[in-house]
């Protein structure tokens, strides 16, 4: 760990440094934003727990570490541009992968990572919310930015500074906003959950693994549609973590609740987890473009629908005409749940279905629709050239291509020439 002192105009800062260790050529950093009471010019203070800690006695460490000290009685909001000066100081060093800068925070630091990161979403790769609130001078506007970056926040329910009923409010607002938030919540514990939390063996694992930023235009939504609609999308970088139960049955659920013709609810799902038996096996119906991305998917969900229902008050089967369509429905729900709860679906038309019809053996009164695979977002830099370039949400075409009143009208819908002139106008992706 070494100690130094960085000369700004306003005075000299003491910061901590520390280079990540083991031989990746770049390798992420981690910026510590201490509490209140770590304030001063002793950076010392920074080492006694929590981050600062575990930094200062982990054998290994993946990561590049820095920790600026703020003099006693300032604010962080008040030294905005020396942090950000040290920072670009820091990630232009060798071996720092400025794609990939964390802030983490406790306390006072953790309402300055909200602060910081809202003010500047386009420089943090993921964030980490220690037992700090999200301060009320944070706009949604702001907060929306952050769709794209990991955020995982720490609470403990007996803390005393920022009730368990506001953290939970701050959840509420960020789930509502579309956020990938993960939330770790210590029902026993008061405010200093610095060690436990920054000594989760998960959470050291999400450090060391943070993907890289995603690039690309953010999307924006010129009608207002909420911003869990326009957040959701599909990615092929998937990060190497297990899917639990809790999280797998929630998207599902989400599923269940779909409308559909007669409520005939028509969707089945059959799951299949990385690393169970059958994996090879259903990996194996995917096509060569998906096998490579999907393969690293935490699960893989094979969507069937029934084509026939019974009808209330007939005991006969009869045909359930918009089977595929309601099943459709049923997929928008487990993506939509899963961009709430963290995690990423994407949808796979490109697997074989008869060689999946005969795997799971399934009868022949129910289709089969999609593979799902999900799991959590993954570094895209680790795909081949031609996915890395696409691993970013796709815009959409203009709502007035798509609406028309009173009649039809739809003069984007053009033969092929002209509808290839449009594409390239909106930037519309091609179709998977
Ligand atoms: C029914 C369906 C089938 C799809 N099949 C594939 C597929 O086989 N391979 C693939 O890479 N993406 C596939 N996709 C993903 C689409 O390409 C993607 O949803 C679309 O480009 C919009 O991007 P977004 O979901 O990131 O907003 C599929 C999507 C749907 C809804």
New binding site residues.
């Given amino acids: 760990m070494r100690h130094e002192l960085y000369s700004f105009p306003r005075g000299d800062l003491p910061y901590l440094r520390a280079d990540a260790t083991g031989n990746s050529p770049s390798s992420p950093l981690v910026v510590l934003l201490h509490g209140a009471r770590d304030r001063g010019r002793d950076p010392e203070k920074l080492l006694a727990h929590g981050l600062g800690r575990y930094v200062a006695h982990a054998a290994e460490r993946p990561y590049h570490f820095l920790a600026l000290q703020i003099p006693e009685n300032a604010a962080w909001a008040d030294w905005e541009d020396e942090l950000l000066t040290l920072l670009d100081t820091v990630a232009a060093e060798p071996g720092v992968d400025s794609q990939r800068i964390v802030l983490a925070g406790f306390s006072a630091g953790s309402a300055a990572v909200w602060h910081f990161a809202s003010r500047h979403p386009e420089r943090f790769a993921a964030l980490v919310v220690v037992a700090g609130q999200l301060p009320d001078s944070v706009e949604d506007r702001a907060l929306a930015a952050l769709a794209r970056t990991p955020i995982w926040v720490f609470h403990g329910g007996r803390d005393e500074r920022v009730p368990e009923a506001k953290i939970r409010d701050n959840i509420a607002r960020i789930h509502a906003l579309g956020l990938p938030v993960r939330f770790t919540f210590y029902p026993e514990a008061d405010h200093f959950i610095s060690d436990t939390a920054y000594n989760t063996p998960a959470l050291q694992h999400w450090l060391a693994t943070v993907p890289r930023r995603t690039s690309g235009t953010p999307r924006t939504s010129a009608d207002d549609a909420d911003p869990l609609f326009i957040n959701?999308?599909?990615p092929?970088a998937f990060a190497d973590e297990a899917i639990d139960d809790a999280s797998l049955f929630r998207l599902l659920e989400a599923a269940r609740w779909a409308p559909s013709a007669g409520n005939s609810q028509p969707w089945r799902f059959i799951h299949v987890r990385n690393g169970s038996p059958r994996w090879k096996e259903v990996t194996g119906l995917l096509?060569d473009?998906?096998r490579p991305w999907a393969s690293k998917a935490s699960a893989l969900v094979l969507l069937l629908s029934r084509t026939t229902f019974i009808r209330p008050g007939t005991s006969e089967h009869s045909p359930a005409h918009k089977h595929s369509f309601d099943a459709g429905a049923a997929?928008a729900h487990v993506a939509l749940q899963a961009s709430l709860s963290g995690w990423h679906a994407?949808?796979?038309?490109?697997y074989d279905t008869e060689r999946a019809r005969a795997l799971f053996q399934v009868p022949e009164d129910y289709d089969l629709e999609?593979l799902i695979a999900l799991g959590r977002l993954g570094d895209g830099a680790t795909l081949p050239p031609p996915l890395r370039e696409r691993e970013t949400?796709?815009p959409r075409r203009p709502l007035v291509e798509l609406v028309a009143e009173d009649r039809f009208a739809f003069p984007h819908d053009a033969p092929d020439t002209v509808r290839a002139a449009v594409s390239q106008e909106t930037g519309a992706?091609t179709?998977?």
């Fill in positions: 959701r999308w599909s092929r096509s473009n998906n997929w994407h949808a796979i038309t490109g999609i949400p796709g992706r179709p998977a």
